[in-house]
């Protein structure tokens, strides 16, 4: 009993200890002020962090204007809390980080946090009418993780799906689906996590200004069970041999198209389903649109690495097409091949948007274009 007692002592004394480390981390001595970064001041944004035996910190952000290389010096101030204050960027959802002599840090102190791909950044979120719908609404909608199982690719999947606000409590009303679509390097996760699509859904249909709707999200990396968090190994697929061409295309349109409208409320006619995608989802949006011309009456190519030939597109617009929204950034390595898809629509008369914006291929853009493009869905 005795040597029990002094086992479930010592446990207890390195238990706490362990805790003595954790507060360590958020503590530093009695009375010191909280470490607050970023901390944005009217006019102005301030950051901040606490490096004992560094040398030289600086700050870089994707607001600069070399994002990959340019960086602002930070001062070291009381109890070796480096610091710098900068003009605040205009209203925008940004990333940041620190690099300590020479070796790239997160800030320890924001919880917000995005995921691109393997890289964890932390954000800083401007406020101002480009980001109102990029916060929290009063009502939100629910986003799961579901699986299918794709014959095509030879194993289980997984989605992120968005299901309105109410989806749970009115088990008759029958939703339209928007098949939301990541670019390289992307996952299932992307648009959450970079895309904002939960909050900007939520906002827009909270203010009536876009009709419920379940999102549905995949993950368009063929060789990929589910996003690379889940640490599942992958599969290596030669996308360019005969046997997987278009694999993952045909894939989202004959597996997961009929999987969500089997196991969601959702209204199964192409006047109800639109996709969208980015960059190399936004080549799968084009591919998807031609393979099955009439399956979706939405279609929203967004900053697209592909493109279709004049009889596709004809056999397209037989088939009628609501909405074709083409989106890129006059400033975006794919834009001549948007200007080429934009004069090809045109040669056939075919009915479209063109929303051209400033900047890159980035996606402060491709939020702009859902929050866009989202509001012309289903009506």
Same mark, same amino acid.
């Not at 917000?112 to 916060?135: A, S």
């Not at 996003?227 to 993952?248: C, G, H, M, V």
């Not at 009929?258 to 996709?275: H, T, V, Y």
């Given at each position: 009993?005795?040597?029990?007692?002094?086992?479930?002592?010592?446990?207890?004394?390195?238990?706490?200890?362990?805790?003595?480390?954790?507060?360590?981390?958020?503590?530093?001595?009695?009375?010191?002020?909280?470490?607050?970064?970023?901390?944005?001041?009217?006019?102005?944004?301030?950051?901040?962090?606490?490096?004992?035996?560094?040398?030289?910190?600086?700050?870089?952000?994707?607001?600069?204007?070399?994002?990959?290389?340019?960086?602002?010096?930070?001062?070291?101030?009381?109890?070796?809390?480096?610091?710098?204050?900068?003009?605040?960027?205009?209203?925008?959802?940004?990333?940041?980080?620190?690099?300590?002599?020479?070796?790239?840090?997160?800030?320890?102190?924001?919880?917000?946090?995005?995921?691109?791909?393997?890289?964890?950044?932390?954000?800083?979120?401007?406020?101002?009418?480009?980001?109102?719908?990029?916060?929290?609404?009063?009502?939100?909608?629910?986003?799961?993780?579901?699986?299918?199982?794709?014959?095509?690719?030879?194993?289980?999947?997984?989605?992120?799906?968005?299901?309105?606000?109410?989806?749970?409590?009115?088990? /008759? =009303?029958?939703?339209?689906? %928007? +098949?939301? !679509?990541?670019?390289?390097?992307? *996952?299932?996760?992307?648009?959450?996590?970079?895309?904002?699509?939960?909050?900007?859904?939520?906002?827009?249909?909270?203010?009536?200004?876009?009709?419920?709707?379940?999102?549905?999200?995949?993950?368009?990396?063929?060789?990929?069970?589910?996003?690379?968090?889940?640490?599942?190994?992958?599969?290596?697929?030669?996308?360019?041999?005969?046997?997987?061409?278009?694999?993952?295309?045909?894939?989202?349109?004959?597996?997961?198209?009929?999987?969500?409208?089997?196991?969601?409320?959702?209204?199964?006619?192409?006047?109800?389903?639109?996709?969208?995608?980015?960059?190399?989802?936004?080549?799968?949006?084009?591919?998807?649109?031609?393979?099955?011309?009439?399956?979706?009456?939405?279609?929203?190519?967004?900053?697209?690495?592909?493109?279709?030939?004049?009889?596709?597109?004809?056999?397209? /617009? =037989?088939?009628?097409?609501? %909405? +074709?929204? !083409?989106?890129?950034?006059?400033? *975006?390595?794919?834009?001549?091949?948007?200007?080429?898809?934009?004069?090809?629509?045109?040669?056939?008369?075919?009915?479209?948007?063109?929303?051209?914006?400033?900047?890159?291929?980035?996606?402060?853009?491709?939020?702009?274009?859902?929050?866009?493009?989202?509001?012309?869905?289903?009506?």
């Amino acid at each position: 009993m005795k040597r029990i007692l002094t086992l479930l002592a010592t446990s207890l004394a390195v238990a706490a200890s362990l805790q003595a480390q954790e507060l360590a981390n958020f503590s530093f001595g009695r009375g010191a002020k909280p470490i607050i970064s970023p901390e944005i001041q009217n006019d102005s944004v301030t950051f901040r962090l606490k490096a004992d035996y560094a040398t030289i910190v600086k700050l870089s952000g994707s607001w600069m204007p070399n994002p990959y290389g340019d960086t602002i010096d930070m001062v070291r101030g009381e109890n070796n809390v480096w610091e710098v204050k900068i003009p605040l960027p205009a209203p925008e959802i940004y990333t940041y980080n620190f690099v300590v002599d020479g070796v790239a840090v997160n800030d320890p102190q924001n919880v917000l946090v995005q995921r691109d791909g393997t890289r964890y950044l932390p954000m800083l979120m401007v406020p101002g009418e480009r980001t109102e719908n990029y916060g929290e609404a009063k009502t939100h909608g629910t986003v799961s993780h579901p699986w299918y199982n794709s014959k095509i690719l030879g194993f289980a999947r997984r989605l992120s799906v968005y299901t309105p606000y109410g989806y749970e409590n009115n088990p /008759k =009303k029958k939703y339209p689906v %928007l +098949y939301l !679509l990541h670019g390289a390097g992307g *996952d299932e996760e992307a648009w959450i996590s970079m895309g904002r699509a939960a909050q900007i859904l939520d906002n827009l249909i909270e203010k009536g200004l876009a009709e419920p709707m379940i999102v549905v999200m995949p993950n368009g990396n063929p060789g990929q069970q589910a996003a690379r968090t889940l640490n599942i190994p992958e599969k290596q697929i030669d996308w360019r041999s005969e046997e997987f061409r278009d694999a993952y295309v045909k894939s989202l349109c004959t597996e997961i198209v009929p999987f969500i409208e089997k196991n969601f409320r959702a209204i199964a006619k192409p006047e109800s389903r639109a996709i969208a995608g980015l960059s190399m989802g936004g080549g799968h949006t084009i591919s998807a649109s031609i393979l099955y011309p009439e399956l979706f009456d939405y279609i929203c190519p967004l900053s697209a690495a592909g493109s279709a030939t004049p009889e596709q597109l004809a056999t397209l /617009k =037989k088939a009628g097409v609501k %909405l +074709y929204f !083409l989106a890129c950034g006059s400033a *975006d390595f794919l834009f001549q091949g948007a200007e080429e898809m934009h004069a090809k629509l045109n040669d056939q008369n075919f009915t479209h948007e063109y929303f051209v914006s400033e900047g890159g291929h980035t996606w402060a853009n491709w939020r702009l274009y859902l929050n866009t493009f989202a509001r012309k869905l289903f009506k």
